[in-house]
């Protein structure tokens, strides 16, 4: 029965990590380099995939669509005296206990952790993506629906298909 940070239910029952433990985790594997901008792309990416290979969310919390593409709120109101600057500590203590959902977030840190902030962009804003479907100009607040995220990998995984096959 851990929870809060942690991750499992009265019932036993794996949770999705808590926002700040999961920002934690990958700024630690990425040894303190990744900037705010960085972070909020691989921690869409990161539940994109586990959504979409899972039907449950890695991270808990709503994606909003806002200007500079999927953002956890929670998340981003800790970071943003960072600027443009890595983020460092500033998550407190925020053990994750549910190993394959670490796991699931090691992976994004080392795949998605060398890519730019500007390739981060160009891949959370695709056309065919939930962003570019729930994103309004100068409207915070847009929730991005797990379904529409889930919606995004399937078209993903045809495109890699489509690629494959050609």
């Not at 977030?105 to 479907?133: F, P, Q, Y």
């Amino acid at each position: 029965m851990l929870n809060e940070l942690g991750t499992k239910s009265e019932a036993g029952v794996s949770k999705p990590i808590h926002p700040l433990a999961a920002a934690r985790r990958l700024c630690k594997q990425s040894g303190w380099t990744l900037s705010n901008l960085q972070l909020q792309k691989i921690l869409y990416l990161a539940q994109m995939f586990h959504l979409g290979k899972k039907s449950t969310r890695l991270v808990d919390g709503d994606f909003e669509a806002w200007a500079y593409g999927p953002v956890l709120p929670q998340v981003y109101s800790q970071t943003k005296i960072f600027g443009g600057g890595p983020v460092r500590e500033v998550f407190g203590a925020a053990p994750i206990f549910d190993e394959e959902r670490a796991a699931m977030l090691d992976e994004a840190a080392l795949e998605l952790g060398k890519l730019s902030a500007g390739r981060l962009v160009s891949i959370t804003h695709w056309k065919e993506g939930a962003w570019a479907k729930y994103y309004q100009p100068d409207v915070r607040g847009i929730k991005i629906p797990d379904q529409a995220i889930i919606d995004e990998y399937n078209a993903h995984a045809r495109e890699q298909q489509r690629r494959k096959s050609s």
